[in-house]
């Protein structure tokens, strides 16, 4: 076990000091200044910064703010264009305002007729008008539409625009709930008795409702309002932001009436269950031309890197926090349809204030044994982009980046509690860690593999074999919501995860041949960015390749002992149908998990190196291997 080279002997010490009375060179390591720290991140989080969405104007502000500081403190630039390193991010979707209807001779257009839904593509596309019901599928309560309809086929929608109703269905009271008297006669439905929304789930999502459609066939969706509860146009919503990869327009009553009355006639037939009435809804074919105005545009993103020369320049250490967040909300939202500012003063404000003091402590020290990059990523929120670009792109040759400090979401550690991950990814780290530990008086939680392997930028080095740790002070309850604000910052505790970072990464300068440990897999086999277990306990076992732009879903790796690294899929390959679902999308793929249980088994297509290939997937749950 290598000594802890933070210690100077005492003897050494005593040389120092005597040289300090004489010479400008610091005697003890300058420390921490909280309050800088909490400077940094109150203005990081100030609502000002919009909440730092990769690709906006306000994380540009934010990424030249960081650049400055770099300046400032005489760092050399490492990116490529000075600190800068840019690549693009895709914006939230927003409503291109151009939507349209056409039918025959009529054309609806215009915001008070129709709007795109959230789950709607930028598309056009042309098809014959089917009545759809309200598209839901829910065997517990035994409502089936498309079965009610005859359009349970796989097909039964192929190439056709499906008319679908918002809300959920007019439903009776089942046995199990407390209104339900059994000797009472069957009542009649009212009002009173008909239970809408509340237990039907997802399954009557706008969402839910497309991809019903779209497994079948459907090229369009249109939505109308049931006579009888009017919903209003919801404007486009960009922070539910599920593409379904079709146009999905919302029509107000009136357009929808004038569209397809005759679908309206027969609404009040849908009692509980529906009887299949084929004939129940005869309509005249029609055939529509639906067209989304849907944009989703690319905006520039900004990593931020500095370097601090070292004795030996041959090789470095990379110190690196994101610097973005959620903007005002959002898909990663923990606050779905919170339009407000996410501040992210944990996420990752504090981070990047730690990051911007260890700068300045190492600025101010003598030499390190080697090179010090120091790197604001973006995007980070958006699937790991800027770190994966930088170690695609490096602006320093990967094979001299010896070890990876990551600091994301360390402003809770007040108590002087942290967790540090993937601590196996380099044989010294778990013994340094623990004597640092002492010597600061940190409670330190150390995750060999954990989830050491994912959810944040240390990934990135890990894929590229390169040893990383990642300081991380906890999850709380303002997790990716806008109360994650700079009052619930813990300074003092930041302060001091910079004195133990600043001792960790002088150990890690100074060992000179780090070498790279595959960590142990977490338990349960799931990293943390793999695709989540479906609320029904599916599990498949992918890791999908953040960013990929492609049709599909492209797999950066299989969880160990899951169904998928079972049914031989691995890296690189890209699903693109599973069972009877077609995956254009990542959403393509949560919808589709949720259509089937553990212990099914289902046939997974993809490519692979350019030709169509298909297994069997056995389908568990994740704690049963
Ligand atoms: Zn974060």
Same mark, same amino acid.
């Given at each position: ?33 909280? *309050?800088? !720290? ?10 000002? $910064?919009?909440? #730092? ?10 990424? +030249?703010? @960081? ?8 760092? +050399? ?6 600190? !800068? $390193? #840019? ?39 042309? &098809? ?15 409502? /089936? ?21 918002? &809300? ?17 006669? =069957? ?62 327009? !919302? ?34 074919? #029609? ?49 779905? &349809?919170?339009?407000?500012?996410? /501040? ?20 101010? =020290? ?5 090179? @010090? ?16 670009? %930088?170690?695609?792109?490096?602006? @320093? ?37 623990? *004597? ?8 330190? $939680? ?52 910079? +004195? ?38 599916? %599990? ?24 998928? +690294? ?16 077609? @995956? ?25 190196? &350019?030709? *169509? ?11 049963? $291997?």
């Amino acid at each position: 076990m290598p000594t802890l080279r933070t210690a100077p002997s005492v003897a050494f010490l005593f040389v120092l000091a005597s040289v300090a009375c004489t010479s400008t060179a610091p005697s003890a390591p300058a420390v921490a200044d909280a *309050e800088r !720290l909490l400077a940094d991140v109150t203005w990081l989080a100030d609502d000002a $910064q919009g909440g #730092r969405r990769a690709g906006t104007d306000e994380a540009r502000r934010a990424g +030249e703010w @960081i650049a400055e500081r770099f300046r400032a403190l005489g760092l +050399e630039p490492a990116g490529e264009d000075g600190f !800068l $390193q #840019r690549f693009e991010v895709g914006l939230p979707a927003t409503d291109g305002g151009d939507s349209r209807l056409v039918c025959g001779d009529s054309t609806w257009s215009g915001a008070t007729h129709l709007v795109p839904a959230y789950c709607s593509d930028g598309a056009t596309a042309k &098809g014959e008008l089917v009545f759809c019901g309200y598209a839901v599928e829910h065997e517990p309560l035994g409502w /089936n539409d498309f079965t009610s309809l005859g359009l349970s086929a796989n097909d039964a929608l192929a190439g056709k625009v499906a008319l679908v109703v918002r &809300g959920a269905p007019p439903k009776r009271p089942t046995p199990t709930r407390a209104t339900h008297d059994p000797a009472a006669p =069957a009542q009649t439905e009212t009002a009173a008795n008909v239970v809408r929304g509340d237990d039907w789930g997802t399954s009557t999502s706008l969402f839910t409702k497309t991809m019903n459609c779209k497994r079948r066939g459907a090229v369009a969706v249109l939505f109308v309002e049931h006579p009888a509860h009017p919903e209003g146009l919801t404007p486009f919503d960009s922070s539910a932001a599920k593409q379904s990869s079709l146009p999905v327009l !919302l029509l107000s009553g009136e357009t929808g009436r004038a569209l397809a009355p005759e679908c309206f006639t027969v609404l009040e037939r849908f009692v509980d269950p529906p009887t299949p009435t084929g004939d129940a809804v005869a309509y005249p074919a #029609r055939t529509v031309e639906v067209h989304a105005d849907v944009e989703r545009k690319k905006g520039p993103a900004f990593n931020v890197l500095a370097r601090l020369a070292g004795r030996d320049r041959s090789r470095g250490i990379v110190i690196g926090a994101h610097y973005d967040h959620l903007g005002h909300g959002g898909p990663e939202s923990m606050a779905p &349809g919170d339009r407000s500012v996410h /501040n992210g003063a944990d996420d990752n404000a504090s981070g990047t204030a730690v990051l911007l003091e260890l700068a300045r402590l190492f600025a101010r =020290a003598p030499r390190p044994d080697c090179d @010090i990059v120091f790197a604001a990523w973006s995007g980070e929120e958006l699937g790991l982009l800027g770190s994966k670009h %930088w170690t695609e792109q490096p602006t @320093i040759e990967l094979a001299r980046v010896e070890a990876n400090l990551n600091l994301d979401m360390v402003g809770r550690a007040g108590a002087k509690k942290l967790a540090v991950l993937a601590t196996a990814s380099a044989a010294p780290f778990e013994a340094w860690l623990g *004597e640092l530990g002492r010597k600061h008086g940190f409670e330190l $939680q150390l995750s060999s593999g954990g989830n050491g392997v994912g959810g944040s930028d240390h990934q990135a080095f890990l894929e590229r074999k390169i040893p990383a740790l990642h300081f991380f002070s906890g999850v709380h309850a303002d997790y990716h919501k806008p109360s994650d604000d700079v009052e619930r910052f813990e300074a003092a505790g930041a302060a001091a995860v910079t +004195e133990l970072a600043r001792d960790l990464v002088l150990e890690m300068t100074a060992a000179g041949d780090l070498v790279y440990v595959e960590p142990p897999k977490p338990e349960g086999g799931e990293a943390a960015r793999a695709t989540p277990t479906r609320s029904n306990g599916t %599990w498949f076992g992918s890791v999908p390749e953040y960013g990929f732009e492609g049709k599909g879903v492209k797999l950066a790796g299989t969880s160990p002992g899951s169904p998928a +690294e079972k049914s031989g899929l691995k890296a690189g390959d890209v699903l693109k149908q599973v069972g009877d679902v077609k @995956i254009d999308t990542m959403q393509d793929f949560v919808y589709a998990l949720g259509l089937y249980k553990p212990g099914d088994t289902v046939v997974a297509k993809f490519e692979r190196d &350019g030709k *169509e290939e298909s297994v069997r997937v056995l389908l568990t749950t994740r704690a049963k $291997q």
